[in-house]
Structure formats: C-alpha cells, structure tokens
C-alpha cells in the first residue's frame, strides 16, 4: 500500500509560476511510473505529465515548454515545476503512480488558481 500527499498548490497570477510536490509514503521500496493529472469542473481528467522510473518524460502538448517533471528516487517523490501559467491550467492537480504490482495510486489532489 501507497500514500500519496500532494502539497504546492495556490493561487497565482497569468504568466507566474508554481511548484507541486508530491511525497509517497508506505510498504513500499521503489515505484514505476508517477505523473501528475489535472481535473477542471466540468472537464474529464488529464494527464499532464509522466515520468518513469528511469526519468523518462512525457507532457501533454498544452504544457509542453512550461511544466517540468522530475522525480527523486531516494525519496519516492515527485515534483511539477509549472512556468508561464495561464488560466486554462486552473484545476485541481493530482499526484499518480504505479508500483511493480500494477497497482495504481492517487493522491488527494491541490487546487491551482491562475487568475486572468
């Protein structure tokens, strides 16, 4: 079993930037994939970004040269680095990741505001 804690979230101005964090927690000595999703009310949820366990990266096309993901293994924790946001990046952010099991974990969630 898996803990995940996201924390970073806030409000913010068009054009600034913002750091997620999430910290994983639990019986567990090494996770797969993590990512991080985002849900706008009335949206589906989406992925945003994804790393793997040997830090291979991929972001949605809307993001692509203003987030940056990166992970510590160490720590089993992932990070979001979002730059130049815009209000259409307002929703609540999810912390996502996979164990060597195929079990799939979900953190709470941190809302991040961009006001136009």
């Known amino acids: 079993q898996v803990q995940l804690v996201e924390s970073g979230g806030g409000l913010v101005q068009a054009g600034g930037s913002l750091r997620l964090s999430c910290a994983a927690s639990g019986s567990i000595f090494r996770l797969n994939a993590m990512g991080w999703y985002r849900q706008a009310p009335g949206k589906q949820r989406e992925l945003v970004a994804r790393i793997t366990s040997i830090g291979v990266t991929n972001y949605v096309d809307s993001v692509k040269g203003r987030f940056t993901i990166s992970r510590d293994n160490a720590k089993n924790a992932v990070y979001l680095q979002m730059n130049s946001l815009k209000p259409e990046d307002t929703a609540v952010y999810y912390c996502?990741?996979?164990?060597?099991?195929?079990?799939?974990?979900w953190g709470k969630g941190t809302l991040v505001t961009v006001s136009s």
């Open positions: 996502n990741a996979l164990d060597y099991s195929t079990m799939n974990y």
